[in-house]
């Protein structure tokens, strides 16, 4: 299939409105449009549409239990796609609609099975961007949309991104740039009492709760469950792991510790209470021993089936140094970034504006060291000696051997700064960049920092996690 490329200027969209008629055209004949929203770009298809919905999942290998949001440009397309929606559910849509928010909420009778993964639940979002919401408008119909990546890797957050990963596997791709949030909604079941967040995102614990007192948060760590209601009084910022058994949703009771939770839940619970209270994290790694426990426990399906997957995945390993204070998590990132490369691999580190400083040094040395090695390699391989590499930079490579001195030669140590460790935003928009950047560069293994999960924080670390799970 040839993937078109349409080029719409988000601010101007009145003049693109021809660009977006044409890829309605061809949503409404049942094709898939990846198309740009304010969190990630998004795979679109005529969400009444059995047929054109399974293209999505045959597009991005998702695995079929695995529902789709369905993407709304106006209220009343709601009944489309849910009935019986409760009070609780449109305070929070006139407070967050058109916006990162997604509502799990009793199905309409027409959303075809698929859509759902066959629940008589569904979930639905009005997006913010405006190229989204012409999309949607144009197409007369809701748009089932998951991320516009292969299942399993980063969200995209830039056309070249879908680009990548979907071309001649869809018809059209909108670029309209850089999504602003550039990580994906908070999901929200409204339909339990109290409401549940499923996947946390820019729609953060705080800002539901001044609507859903009660609301808790039973994500995919696991017993991990937040519940704002209990904080409500205390420090900020307290968190508590239940006491669950680790199957379903259900929050248990929590148990406190000193002004904060912990839990005995197991594995999980406990290495995510350790991520709040600021412990050592490290031991959350691809390839750390506990990840088999952090696995099984993902795999026990809680109530938002997605979350079961290890997602926004990059190809390399991937591991987050915690420590108590930034000081320590550099300490922590620097020596596994020796011993990594001690093992001949090449590191990507992910550094904050606190800490980028830190790491300089390691890029100096290691990647002369890497250039070393690379020398060697080729001299294994081909026995070019460096009278030839001297040769190379003036220009008389003996044509027999270019090729060999073409090789990828070991990048070393290299260094992304993913922002201000004070400013989740901006580290959450940089994230999914950073990865799949790390990936283009031939990284084997990517360190990230811990960041305080306040705000989006939260969501952030939740992405991690995720990733760091093989
Ligand atoms: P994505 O489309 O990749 O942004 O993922 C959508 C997320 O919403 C996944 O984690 C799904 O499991 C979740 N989701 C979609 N529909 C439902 C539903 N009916 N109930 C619970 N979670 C849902
Ligand atoms: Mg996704």
Same mark, same amino acid.
Request: with cysteine.
């Given at each position: 299939?040839?993937?078109?490329?349409?080029?719409?200027?988000?601010?101007?969209?009145?003049?693109?409105?021809?660009?977006?008629?044409?890829?309605?055209?061809?949503?409404?004949?049942?094709?898939?449009?990846?198309?740009?929203?304010?969190?990630?770009?998004?795979?679109?298809?005529?969400?009444?549409?059995?047929?054109?919905?399974?293209?999505?999942?045959?597009?991005?290998?998702?695995?079929?239990?695995?529902?789709?949001?369905?993407?709304?440009?106006?209220?009343?397309?709601?009944?489309?796609?849910?009935?019986?929606?409760?009070?609780?559910?449109?305070?929070?849509?006139?407070?967050?609609?058109?916006?990162?928010?997604?509502?799990?909420?009793?199905?309409?009778?027409?959303?075809?099975?698929?859509?759902?993964?066959?629940?008589?639940?569904?979930?639905?979002?009005?997006?913010?961007?405006?190229?989204?919401?012409?999309?949607?408008?144009?197409?007369?119909?809701?748009?089932?949309?998951?991320?516009?990546?292969?299942?399993?890797?980063?969200?995209?957050?830039?056309?070249?991104?879908?680009?990548?990963?979907?071309?001649?596997?869809?018809?059209?791709?909108?670029?309209?740039?850089?999504?602003?949030?550039?990580?994906?909604?908070?999901?929200?079941?409204?339909?339990?009492?109290?409401?549940?967040?499923?996947?946390?995102?820019?729609?953060?614990?705080?800002?539901?709760?001044?609507?859903?007192?009660?609301?808790?948060?039973?994500? %995919? *760590? &696991? $017993? @991990? =469950? !937040? +519940?704002?209601?209990?904080?409500? #009084?205390? %420090? *900020? &910022? $307290? @968190? =508590? !792991? +239940?006491?669950?058994?680790?199957? #379903?949703?259900?929050? &248990?009771?929590?148990?406190?510790?000193?002004?904060?939770?912990? #839990?005995?839940?197991? &594995?999980?619970?406990?290495?995510?209470?350790?991520?709040?209270? #600021?412990?050592?994290?490290?031991?959350?790694?691809?390839?750390?021993?506990?990840?088999?426990?952090?696995?099984?426990?993902?795999?026990?399906?809680?109530?938002?089936?997605?979350?079961?997957?290890?997602?926004?995945?990059?190809?390399?390993?991937?591991?987050?140094?915690?420590?108590?204070?930034?000081?320590?998590?550099?300490?922590?990132?620097?020596?596994?970034?020796?011993?990594?490369?001690?093992?001949?691999?090449?590191?990507?580190?992910?550094?904050?504006?606190?800490?980028?400083?830190?790491?300089?040094?390691?890029?100096?040395?290691?990647?002369?060291?890497?250039?070393?090695?690379?020398?060697?390699?080729?001299?294994?391989?081909?026995?070019?000696?460096?009278?030839?590499?001297?040769?190379?930079?003036?220009?008389?490579?003996?044509?027999?051997?270019?090729?060999?001195?073409?090789?990828?030669?070991?990048?070393?140590?290299?260094?992304?700064?993913?922002?201000?460790?004070?400013?989740?935003?901006?580290?959450?928009?940089?994230?999914?960049?950073?990865?799949?950047?790390?990936?283009?560069?031939?990284?084997?293994?990517?360190?990230?920092?811990?960041?305080?999960?306040?705000?989006?924080?939260?969501?952030?670390?939740?992405?991690?996690?995720?990733?760091?799970?093989?």
């Amino acid at each position: 299939m040839k993937t078109e490329i349409l080029k719409v200027d988000p601010l101007n969209i009145a003049l693109e409105r021809s660009k977006l008629r044409y890829a309605a055209d061809v949503i409404r004949g049942g094709g898939l449009v990846a198309f740009p929203t304010e969190t990630v770009y998004g795979l679109g298809a005529d969400a009444l549409n059995p047929k054109a919905v399974e293209k999505i999942f045959k597009a991005k290998g998702r695995p079929a239990d695995n529902p789709l949001i369905s993407h709304i440009a106006d209220i009343s397309s709601l009944p489309l796609i849910a009935v019986e929606v409760p009070e609780k559910a449109a305070v929070i849509m006139r407070r967050f609609w058109p916006g990162p928010l997604t509502l799990v909420l009793k199905k309409a009778p027409g959303v075809p099975g698929i859509v759902t993964a066959g629940l008589d639940t569904a979930a639905v979002r009005m997006p913010s961007h405006p190229a989204a919401l012409a999309l949607i408008e144009e197409s007369g119909t809701p748009l089932a949309a998951p991320s516009a990546n292969t299942s399993g890797k980063p969200s995209p957050t830039s056309a070249e991104h879908v680009i990548a990963d979907l071309s001649g596997k869809v018809d059209i791709i909108i670029d309209s740039g850089i999504p602003a949030i550039g990580i994906e909604s908070t999901v929200v079941d409204v339909t339990s009492d109290p409401p549940v967040i499923l996947r946390p995102g820019w729609v953060d614990i705080q800002m539901l709760a001044e609507y859903l007192p009660g609301i808790i948060y039973s994500g %995919d *760590r &696991g $017993r @991990f =469950c !937040v +519940s704002l209601q209990e904080e409500q #009084g205390q %420090d *900020r &910022g $307290r @968190f =508590c !792991v +239940s006491k669950g058994t680790g199957e #379903g949703g259900s929050s &248990g009771h929590t148990e406190h510790h000193g002004g904060r939770c912990a #839990g005995n839940g197991g &594995g999980v619970g406990e290495d995510a209470s350790s991520v709040r209270m #600021g412990n050592d994290l490290s031991a959350i790694s691809s390839s750390s021993s506990s990840n088999d426990e952090i696995k099984e426990k993902l795999i026990q399906s809680p109530k938002s089936p997605g979350m079961k997957y290890r997602h926004y995945a990059p190809e390399a390993l991937f591991e987050i140094a915690g420590g108590r204070d930034e000081r320590e998590i550099a300490g922590k990132i620097r020596e596994l970034c020796r011993a990594y490369f001690a093992q001949g691999m090449n590191v990507g580190i992910l550094s904050t504006v606190q800490t980028d400083s830190e790491y300089a040094d390691l890029v100096r040395k290691f990647t002369k060291r890497a250039n070393h090695r690379a020398d060697q390699k080729t001299d294994n391989m081909g026995g070019l000696k460096s009278d030839h590499r001297t040769d190379h930079t003036a220009g008389h490579v003996p044509d027999n051997i270019e090729t060999k001195i073409k090789t990828p030669a070991p990048g070393g140590v290299e260094v992304i700064c993913l922002g201000d460790r004070k400013e989740a935003a901006g580290i959450a928009a940089s994230l999914y960049y950073a990865l799949r950047e790390m990936d283009r560069r031939g990284a084997d293994v990517i360190l990230a920092e811990q960041i305080p999960e306040d705000g989006i924080g939260f969501a952030v670390m939740n992405r991690m996690m995720k990733a760091a799970v093989k």
